[in-house]
């Protein structure tokens, strides 16, 4: 999720009992609730370290206890030198770092639902995970988190503002829970029409092939890599279903197919996607090819898509030669194509894609990530 819906989360987490441990706590929740996202510092070093190392460690079981342990010290410090208030007791060290534990948990917790997703067992294993409830800001999240807060405010110490904090972050985070429940119930739904939705476009399932389960993705997969390279008949790989930005019940429904993807806009509520009206007057179904060919099998080895490979859950690769014999690959990850299907050159626009230029002789003369 994105930093904002990160902070108020935790602020709101500092107004249930866990901020009655102390002064600090709140600080401390605040600080751990985008602790993990410290990883931006790798950027320093190009896009391609943010895209290897993003929610990698700091995601994991030691970004839990180590990052905690740096916030709960920074605060601690913090409030032994600067904070002389005695309205209350300062939270000891073991209490701060529990709470901040706590506090990054709930970052890597609510970024496990993305369709980005996370790493939560990097550096042991550098495996993605998600559940693509929900895109990487959710304005209904914003919302309810937000108002939590507009409609508690008061003056600090009033005992009377102090109930109503607590019992606003109580219904903010049953509101959530709300949320999610209805992005994960309208998730399983379109994942479930998805054979109506295409209609006859898709072929039978490969095998092996990822078969629609209880939710939980992960990749990279091997079922999708042995598709690539070993020229398997035409057959269906994996079913997925990409949130929107702010309907919950319109999503992008990816096929991936053994040598292509199919991909569909949905409407849960209206039937937009579903009906055979709709697809007399719109076309609401486009194919992107994944041809890989041997010139794309030479430029995936180069560092930079590896990279973007290890990272991209459905890249589709496209090559093209040139008239003096200079070929360029290009990958797009389709989690990341936003607008309408039907807009052109829709598949050639955005960043989450990787570039590979191979000279007549089969050297690599360029590579980048984007277009």
């Known amino acids: 999720m994105d930093n904002l819906t990160h902070s108020l989360f935790g602020l709101t987490l500092a107004r249930t009992p866990l901020g009655r441990a102390g002064r600090g706590a709140t600080t401390a929740l605040f600080l751990a609730s985008n602790a993990p996202d410290i990883d931006i510092v790798v950027t320093l070093g190009g896009a391609a370290n943010y895209l290897e190392f993003h929610r990698g460690p700091t995601h ?12 709960a010290g ?8 600067w904070d002389r208030s005695a309205d209350e007791p300062r939270a000891s060290l073991l209490m701060l770092w ?16 993305t369709s980005y997703g996370t790493r939560p067992l990097s550096p042991f294993a550098w495996t993605w995970f998600s559940v693509d409830w929900m895109p990487i800001v959710d304005v209904y999240l914003l919302a309810i988190l937000g108002g939590g807060f507009w409609f508690a405010r008061g003056p600090k110490g009033d005992p009377v503002t102090a109930v109503r904090r607590r019992r606003n972050a109580a219904i903010a985070l049953s509101l959530m829970a709300v949320n999610y429940g209805v992005r994960g119930a309208a998730h399983d739904t379109a994942v479930d029409r998805a054979p109506e939705a295409f209609g006859g476009r898709l072929p039978g399932w490969c095998e ?20 690539r390279t070993n020229g398997s008949p035409r057959c269906l790989l994996e079913i997925a279903a990409m949130p929107d930005f702010i309907s919950p019940f319109r999503w992008r429904l990816i096929a991936q197919l053994s040598n292509a993807y199919e991909v ?14 709709s697809l007399s007057t719109r076309v609401l179904a486009m194919r992107v090819p994944n041809q890989w060919t041997p010139a794309v099998m030479t430029a995936a ?3 930079i898509p590896r990279v973007f490979l290890g990272f991209s859950r459905f890249p589709a690769a ?11 690959v290009r990958w797009s990850d389709l989690r990341f194509v936003q607008g309408d299907l039907d ?14 230029v191979i000279g007549p002789d089969g050297t690599t003369r360029e590579q980048r990530l984007g277009p």
């Open 343 to 356: 807009a052109p050159r829709q598949f050639r626009r955005g960043l989450f894609g990787a570039t590979v």
């Open 60 to 71: 994991g079981p030691l970004g839990v206890v180590g990052l905690a342990a740096v916030v």
């Open 301 to 303: 080895a180069a560092p």
């Open 98 to 113: 529990a709470v901040s534990m706590i506090g990054i948990a709930g970052h890597i917790l609510m970024d496990l639902p």
């Open 208 to 227: 092996p092939s990822i078969r629609p389960g209880w939710g939980l993705e992960y990749w990279p997969r091997p079922e999708t890599t042995a598709a």
């Open 318 to 328: 496209r090559s093209f030669v040139a008239e003096d014999g200079i070929t360029t």
């Open 74 to 81: 920074l605060v601690w410090l913090g409030h032994k030198k």
């Open 264 to 277: 569909r806009d949905i409407d849960l509520l209206t039937g937009r996607g579903l009906s055979a009206e």
